[in-house]
């Protein structure tokens, strides 16, 4: 079974330039979520889709990142405009559906530095 | 205010010694759920084991346990007979929300080194 893609695996860019990361999760799963870790600390959830449908995005900084899902498989994570504090890896992971989101699996992650 | 706190930065074990990793967390719901995931330098997540809250037995997964101690708000990871490849990061992570809407909400991890 084919684990969660994500792409691309690192990012480089500069402050206030835009930047998009891809998702494609576990083939069945309907739930999807993105974190951001910030070097040194643990991941925190940015947002949490069901099927297409956004459950969470309380702690999206919704000025500058958006998601979206729109066919309830693979989703994009979008910056506009970067800024330093953005540098961290983002993860993607899924889960079969909400109930069992105990059981999430994740991507390899993007490492994006913004200079 | 910090619902997940580990207090080891980092620890250092010496290989086929049992080592564990501490985690305690703050919560006022009565049904929660506790993971332990690994994270090695490639940075990928896995997932190493899980502890419901009201579940009476700890949990154990091969040479991972989790020591669960409820009244003392407690879920450390145990790992048995340590091996070098079990150098890694580990978060501690708790399961909180309403059905439907849960998360998880991560510590700030251990860096395990196993030395040969």
Known sequence: ?115 | AQKITQTQPGMFVQEKEAVTLDCTYDTSDQSYGLFWYKQPSSGEMIFLIYQGSYDEQNATEGRYSLNFQKARKSANLVISASQLGDSAMYFCAMREGIQGAQKLVFGQGTRLTINP
């Open chain 1, 1 to 115: 079974e084919a684990g969660v893609a994500q792409s691309p695996r690192y990012k480089i860019i500069e402050k206030r330039q835009s930047v998009a990361f891809w998702c494609n999760p576990i083939s069945g799963h309907a739930t999807l979520y993105w974190y951001q870790q910030i070097l040194g600390q643990g991941p925190k959830l940015l947002i949490q889709f069901q099927n297409n449908g956004v459950v969470d995005d309380s702690q999206l900084p919704k000025d500058r990142f958006s998601a979206e899902r729109l066919k309830g498989v693979d989703s994009t994570l979008k910056i506009q405009p970067a800024k330093l504090e953005d540098s961290a890896v983002y993860l993607c992971a899924s889960s079969l559906d909400i109930v069992s989101a105990y059981e999430q699996y994740f991507g390899p992650g993007t490492r994006l530095t913004v200079t």
